[in-house]
C-alpha cells in the first residue's frame, strides 16, 4: 500500500489534536502560543497534501504560503504582548492576567 | 507497492519524528525543552512539505518558521524566563478534562478521514513549483498578496509599539 492522502491526513490530525492538547492545558503564555503553531502546521500540511492529490493546481501552495505568513505576524504581535504582561506582572502564567476578570 | 518501499519508509521517518517532537511540546514540563521540539516539529513538517512535492514551501517553512519564528520564541523565553528559578516552567492544568475533549474531537475526525472515499488523483512527477506559485501570486492571488503586505506592516508597527518601553517625561 502506497503511501496516499490518508496518511498524510492522519498525520495532520496527530498534529492538531496535540496543538489542541497544548493550548488547552498549558499555562505558560508562550506554551499556548506554541501550540497555536503546532495547529497551523497541521492546516499547512492538509492543504498541500489536498493540493498534491487533486488535478495539478497550486492553489494549496498559494494558501499555505499566506498561512504562513499570517502566522509570522501572530508570533511577532503575541510574543510582543507576552513581554508587556511580563513587564505588568513578572510572570507570563495566563491565570495571573486576570485583573479585568468581573 | 510494497509497504516498505524507500518512498513508504522515508515518510514514516518523517512522520515519527514530527510526531515525536511534537509530543515534546505538548508533554514537557519544561520551557526551553518545548521550544527546542518545536525545532524537530518544523524541520518534519519540511521535510513532509518536500515529499508532497511543495519545494518552495518547504523553503518558506524552513526559512520563516525555524529562521524567524523559532527564534522569536527562544528570545522570549529567555527574556521572560527565570534560569535560576527551578520550578516547572510549562506547567499544564486541567490535564484529564483536555484529554477527553482532544480525544473527542480528534476521535470525529479520525473517524472523518477514514470513512469518506477520497477522489484522490494519482500525483505526477514532482515538478518546481516556484513560476506556478509566482504566476497565482501575481495573478489570481493579487489582491490578498497585497493584503499581507499591509497586514505584515501593521502587525510590524504593533509589536513595536507593543513592546516599547515608555518613557515618561516630567
Redesign the interface.
Known amino acids: 500500500?502506497?503511501?496516499?492522502?490518508?496518511?498524510?491526513?492522519?498525520?495532520s490530525?496527530?498534529?492538531?489534536?496535540?496543538?489542541?492538547?497544548?493550548v488547552?492545558?498549558?499555562?505558560?503564555a508562550?506554551?499556548i502560543?506554541?501550540?497555536v503553531?503546532?495547529i497551523l502546521?497541521s492546516a499547512?500540511?492538509n492543504y498541500?497534501?489536498f493540493?498534491?492529490?487533486?488535478?495539478?493546481h497550486?492553489?494549496g501552495?498559494?494558501f499555505?504560503?499566506?498561512v504562513?505568513?499570517?502566522?509570522?505576524?501572530?508570533?511577532?504581535?503575541g510574543?510582543?504582548?507576552?513581554?508587556?504582561i511580563?513587564q505588568n506582572f513578572h510572570t507570563?502564567d495566563v491565570e495571573a492576567a486576570e485583573t479585568l476578570r468581573g | 507497492m510494497s509497504a516498505f518501499s524507500l518512498g513508504g519508509l522515508v515518510f514514516y521517518l518523517v512522520a515519527a519524528v514530527t510526531i515525536i517532537s511534537a509530543a515534546g511540546v505538548a508533554f514537557s514540563r519544561n520551557i526551553v525543552y518545548s521550544a527546542f521540539s518545536l525545532l524537530g516539529t518544523f524541520m518534519g513538517v519540511a521535510g513532509l512539505y518536500v515529499l508532497l512535492a511543495a519545494d518552495f514551501v518547504a523553503v518558506i517553512q524552513v526559512l520563516i518558521y525555524v529562521g524567524g519564528i523559532l527564534v522569536l520564541m527562544i528570545f522570549a523565553v529567555m527574556l521572560t524566563h527565570r534560569i535560576t528559578d527551578p520550578r516547572i516552567s510549562n506547567r499544564s492544568v486541567g490535564r484529564l478534562p483536555g484529554l477527553v475533549v482532544v480525544g473527542c474531537v480528534a476521535g470525529v475526525m479520525a473517524k472523518a478521514i477514514l470513512t469518506t472515499r477520497w477522489h484522490a488523483a494519482t500525483p505526477g512527477t514532482p515538478v518546481p513549483t516556484t513560476y506556478a506559485i509566482g504566476n497565482a501570486f501575481l495573478g489570481d492571488y493579487i489582491l490578498p498578496f497585497e493584503l499581507a503586505s499591509v497586514v505584515l506592516l501593521a502587525a510590524l508597527i504593533g509589536a513595536v509599539v507593543l513592546s516599547r518601553k515608555e518613557l515618561k517625561e516630567e
Open positions: 500500500m502506497s503511501i496516499g492522502l490518508p496518511h498524510y491526513l492522519i498525520v490530525l496527530v498534529l492538531f489534536a496535540l496543538g489542541l492538547y497544548c488547552l492545558t498549558r499555562r505558560n508562550i506554551g502560543l506554541m501550540g503553531e503546532l502546521n499547512n500540511v498541500l497534501a493540493s498534491r492529490f487533486s488535478s495539478g497550486y492553489d501552495q498559494v499555505a504560503i499566506f504562513i505568513m499570517l502566522a509570522a505576524a501572530e508570533a511577532a504581535i510574543l510582543a504582548i507576552v513581554l508587556g511580563y507570563i
